[in-house]
C-alpha cells in the first residue's frame, strides 16, 4: 500500500496537503471540539503517512523532499491559525515590519552590531587559540606537576561556570579592584579566558593523540623539546584537532550575544534597545538572520572540513 | 680528555654501572659495555631483560638511574653535557620506524641537517638525497612513509641517522616490525655499513647476520649481563646455562 503511494510520486500527497489545508483554514468549528481535534489529528496523521517514507527515501529526488517539508510547515501555521487565533496581521506587524526597518538610523547601528560582534569574536577568537595553544604545549613539553596542577584548575573552572554569570561577576566587581576596563575589554577577556580553556583540552587532546614514539624519534634526531613540538607533534595535530576546534569556533560567534549583558552593543543589544524604542521586534528577527549571515558560511565550511578528516 | 695513552684509544661507546629504576622496579642493575671504534656491538636477550631501555640509555632517551654513559671519551650522563648536541652524534633505528608520516622521505631526512646541524635548506636537501641514495632509495625521495614498504621505511629510518654523519648508531630490533622478505634489503643496509667502519649497537636476533656482522655479543638477562664474548664464541660454546636456554630457544 505505502509502496504504490510512494511510486504514484507527489500527487497524492499534493491531493492531502490541499485538502488538509482547505480543512483547516475553511472548514466551520461548529460540529464540536471533539470531532474538530480528530479531524486535525487525522489531517496530520494522513499527511505524516506519505511524508516520513518520503522523506526516508534515499532515492527520492531533493526538491520532492523540500517541498514536502515546506507543506508541512504549512499545515502546522494553518492549525496555529485555526486554534489559536492567530492575528496574522498583527504577527506581521510586530515581527515583519519593513517600515521599522527602514526608519532612519535602525539598519545602520544593527549593521555596526555586527561589526562589533564580529570584532568580539575574532579578538576572543585569536587570544583564546594563543592561551590555549601556549597551555597545551606546557603542559605537554615541562610536565611539570605544579603548573600542570594550575592548568587544569584553571581549566575546569573557566569550563564550569556559565559564560554570562562569569561576564556579570567580572563586569560589576572588577572596577571595585582598581582595574577599570571598558564593557567590550571585559567581554573580550571573559571570552578568551573561558574559551581559552576549552581550547586547552582540545589541543591537549590533539598533541597526546600523536604517538610518544614519533616525539622519541624527534628528539633522538637532536631536535629540542620545542622543535620537537613545532615540526613534528603539531604539523600532525592540526588535522586532528581542526574539527573540534571549528566546532568551538562557531560556539564562540553564538556566545558573542550574551555579551550583551555588559551592554557591549553588539546585534543583541542592539535588537533589543530598538525592540524597545519602536515597541516591535522586527530588530530581534534581523539580529537573528545577522547571526545567521555568519554562522551559516562558518557551520558549510566546517562539515566539509570533518567530512576530510583524517582516518587514523 | 688526556691522550696519555694513544695506542688504546677511548671506546666509542662506554656504559659504566648503568643502573635504572621505573617506578621502583630495578630494570638494569649495573651493566657495563666498551665499544670501540668501527666495532659492532648486539646485545641479545629475551624480552623484559633490559636491553632496550639499556640502548636508550646510550643516548639518553631515557635517563639512567645511576652509571654513566661516555661517547668518544665524554661524559654525556653529565648533566651539563647538551644531550640534543650528543643526540645528533648517536643515530638511532626503531623497531617501528617512526618516521614522520607528514614529510616525504627526503624531508624526514633533512629534517635534521636543517633544524639540529643548521645547513642551507638547499644543501640539507642534497645531503638527504645523497644519504637516501647510500640506502637505495633515490627513486622514492618525494615519497610519504604510508607509500613505502616497511623495509623501506625503515632504510629511510637508517638514512635520517646516516645524514646526520653519527659517530655511532642504535638500532633497536630493526628487523623485527618486517614482512620475512624484507628482512633482508634492511640487513643488508647494516652490512655494508659495518664493512664502512660505522660503530653500532644493535640487539637483533638475526643470528646468521650476527655472525657475518658483530664483533661482540652481550646477553642480557633481567637487567644483568649475563654472558658477553666474541660473536662466534658466544653463538656456539655459551657457557652460561640463560645463553645456552636462549640459543634453543632461536633455533
Known sequence: MMRVLIKAGPIPLVLIFFASLGYLLAAPATIGVAFDIAATGAVFAIFLFLFIPLQMDKGAPLWMKTISALALLVLVAAAFFRWADADWGRIGYLFFNVEVMSRPGAMVRMLSGLWIAVQVFLFSLVLATLLGMFMAIVRSILNDALLNFFIDTYVDVFRAVPPIVMLLVTYSALPYSGIVLSPFATGVVVLTLIEGAYLTEVFRAGIEAIHRNQVISARSIGLTAWQAMRLVVLPQSVRIVLPDYSNRLIGLMKRTAETSVIAIAEILKVAQDLQSQYVNATPLIVGALLYMVVLFPMTRIVSRLEKKRPRT | ?251
Do not use: W
Not at chain 2, 646485545?43 to 631483560?49: E, I, K
Open chain 2, 1 to 251: 680528555m688526556s691522550d696519555a695513552s694513544d695506542e688504546t684509544p677511548a671506546p666509542m661507546i662506554e656504559a659504566r654501572g648503568i643502573q635504572k629504576y621505573f617506578s621502583g622496579v630495578h630494570i638494569l642493575r649495573g651493566i657495563d659495555i666498551s665499544v670501540a671504534s668501527g666495532e659492532v656491538a648486539a646485545l641479545m636477550g629475551r624480552s623484559g631483560s633490559g636491553k632496550s631501555t639499556f640502548l636508550r640509555c646510550l643516548n639518553r632517551i631515557e635517563e639512567p638511574t645511576y652509571g654513566d654513559v661516555l661517547i668518544d671519551g665524554t661524559i654525556i650522563t653529565d648533566l651539563r653535557t647538551d644531550v640534543n648536541r650528543i643526540r645528533a652524534d648517536i643515530g638511532m633505528v626503531f623497531q617501528d620506524y617512526n618516521l614522520f608520516p607528514h614529510m616525504t622521505a627526503l624531508e624526514n631526512v633533512a629534517l635534521g641537517l636543517i633544524h639540529v646541524r643548521k645547513l642551507p635548506r638547499s644543501e640539507a636537501q642534497d645531503a638527504a638525497a645523497a644519504a637516501l641514495e647510500r640506502v637505495d632509495l633515490a627513486d622514492h625521495l618525494a615519497k610519504y612513509p604510508q607509500q613505502l614498504s616497511g623495509g623501506q621505511q625503515q632504510r629511510v629510518a637508517i638514512a635520517r641517522s646516516l645524514a646526520m654523519r653519527p659517530k655511532a648508531i642504535l638500532f633497536d630490533e630493526p628487523t623485527s616490525a618486517l614482512d620475512p622478505e624484507m628482512v633482508h634489503e634492511v640487513l643488508d643496509v647494516i652490512r655494508t655499513l659495518a664493512a664502512e667502519g660505522m660503530t653500532m649497537v644493535v640487539i637483533s636476533h638475526e643470528i646468521g647476520f650476527l655472525r657475518k656482522v658483530a664483533d661482540q655479543l652481550i646477553m642480557f638477562d633481567a637487567g644483568l649481563v649475563v654472558e658477553r664474548g666474541p660473536t662466534a664464541r658466544v653463538l656456539d660454546e655459551p657457557e652460561h646455562e640463560r645463553t645456552r636456554a636462549f640459543m634453543k630457544v632461536l633455533r
